[in-house]
């Protein structure tokens, strides 16, 4: 296999048994080497025979499609089964877009040191940049390999989504672009949406049928609505948008208000869309095991505190920080991989933005709508029936529901034939009240 490494330290060094990049797990057994590749075919190298180019110049050594690799290596693959624990799964294969961005700065380290898919789970990363981020997303490679995490077998950089998706078992698509000055709210669905017209395509051409989707870049519900809509070979199911971040700071609030910590606090729905008009429920959460509502027997705090700043949090956050939430983002992203990988514990759910179709709360079929989940630990989901749904409630969930209706007509031009029935939606006039948490 012929490889590329960015990491200085693995500059002409020779990938044998004195192979400075490699680590020591903590099980005592020397790791692998880490591996930053090209996406090269395998089997291209001389077994056993080690190569390194250095700063090798463009067009020299390189393709056109190469991809951003700058420093190789070759290696016999073969050495690596030695150094692999026999408990390790087999390997994943994670693709990141914006992977150059603060939400994935946070993340890929959560990644790679195997708190997110468990610490029996090799993974490789594939990381997607563009022309903009070419330099910056080698040096993420680079602090990825100086970490010498033992399960991050293989870091892959590159600028072409068909490239990057290949094989992959998860898809976690962070990268939009940022609403900027005097855009308006369609311009941003637009602009944004368009970049999913293109990854739902790759994903559909090059990820492994049954690869999982958590798309963050907003308008999180919208964009991986299209991206399913262009993925007819991907299970539909399998799409998500995120809304484990509100679902933490419901949660976290509630705990305040309560007093009491956090972990007591279960059963905390968020419902519609990751925007303004999201429902953070109380009427089905739990407190210690009791209901919410008789442990903060405040209903005006509930409706009229705890509610709105859930709502708008990411925006009163924007304005203390200067910047959108990303370290809490990664880790809500971390939380919702492992609600997906680990069976949800009795009686308990998570929310996840998935396609509503067929759903049990009478919300209209073809939008992607936070609703209370539950899985068994293999990635799969379903979504929890039975909640109580109250006028209160009721209200709020249709409001929302209405607001990704009209976002999906602002886009409509953008959707593929997959999953999706036909609609005949206009975009509203006013969108004022489409708001993302960010925006106030
Ligand atoms: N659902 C949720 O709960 C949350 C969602 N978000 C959303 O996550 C997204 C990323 O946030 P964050 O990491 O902080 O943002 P950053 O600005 O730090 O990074 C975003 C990345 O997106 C890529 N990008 C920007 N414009 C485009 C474009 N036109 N086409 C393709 N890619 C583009 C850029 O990467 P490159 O140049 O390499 O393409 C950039 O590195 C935002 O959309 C944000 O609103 C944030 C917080 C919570
Ligand atoms: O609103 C934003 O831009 C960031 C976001 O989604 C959040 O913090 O919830």
Redesign the pocket.
Same mark, same amino acid.
Do not use: A, V
């Given at each position: 296999m012929r490889l590329a490494n960015v990491a200085p330290v693995a500059r002409g060094a020779r990938v044998g048994s004195s192979d400075p990049t490699r680590a020591v797990a903590a099980n005592g057994t020397r790791a692998p080497p880490r591996r930053t590749a090209s996406f090269d075919p395998p089997g291209r190298g001389e077994r056993g025979r080690t190569v390194v180019r250095r700063n090798t110049p463009a067009g020299v050594g390189r393709k056109a499609d190469d991809p951003l690799g700058v420093f190789r290596l070759e290696y016999d693959v073969s050495q690596d089964e030695k150094h692999r624990p026999k408990t390790w799964k087999p390997t994943i294969t994670v693709a990141v877009s914006g992977a150059a961005g603060q939400i994935s700065n946070h993340l890929l380290f959560k990644i790679a040191s195997g708190s997110v898919f468990g610490a029996d789970q090799p993974v490789i990363l594939r990381l997607l940049g563009s022309e903009r981020s070419r330099t910056a997303l080698e040096g993420v490679s680079m602090e990825l390999e100086d970490c010498l995490f033992p399960l991050l077998r293989e870091v892959d950089i590159g600028i072409d989504a068909r490239t990057v998706f290949a094989g992959a078992d998860w898809a976690l698509l962070i990268g939009a672009k940022?609403r900027g000055p005097g855009m308006e709210r369609g311009d941003l669905l637009e602009m944004n949406g368009k970049i999913f017209v293109e990854q739902g395509k790759a994903l559909n051409d090059v990820a492994k049928p049954t690869c999982k989707v958590i798309v963050v870049g907003?308008p999180c519900n919208t964009n991986a609505l299209i991206a399913l809509s262009h993925a007819p070979n991907l299970d539909p199911k399998n799409f998500h948008a995120l809304t484990k @971040?509100?679902e933490n700071r419901a949660k976290c609030q509630l705990a305040i208000k309560a007093g009491v910590f956090y972990e007591t606090v279960t059963n905390v729905a968020i419902w519609g869309n990751?925007s303004t008009t999201q429902v953070p429920d109380f009427v089905n959460a739990k407190i210690d095991g009791k209901k919410a509502t008789d442990v903060i027997t405040d209903r005006e705090w509930l409706e009229s505190d705890f509610t709105p700043a859930i709502q708008t949090?990411?925006?009163l @956050?924007?304005k203390k920080w200067g910047r959108?939430?990303a370290a809490s983002?990664a880790v809500s992203i971390a939380d919702h991989i492992r609600n997906l990988v680990n069976p949800t514990a009795p009686g308990d759910f998570f929310s996840s933005a998935v396609l509503s179709n067929g759903n049990p709360y009478g919300i209209p079929d073809g939008l992607c709508y936070s609703f209370p989940c539950r899985s068994k630990g293999d990635g799969s989901y379903e979504i929890v029936q039975g909640l109580e749904i109250n006028d209160w409630l009721r209200e709020r969930m249709d409001k929302s529901a209405e607001e990704l209706v009209n976002e999906k007509g602002c886009v409509g031009s953008l959707f593929g034939d997959a999953h999706l029935d036909e609609f005949d939606i206009q975009c509203p006039v006013d969108l004022d009240d489409t708001l993302?948490?960010?925006?106030m």
């Open positions: 940022p907003n @971040l509100d990751h949090r990411g925006g @956050l924007i959108s939430s983002t993302l948490p960010g925006e």
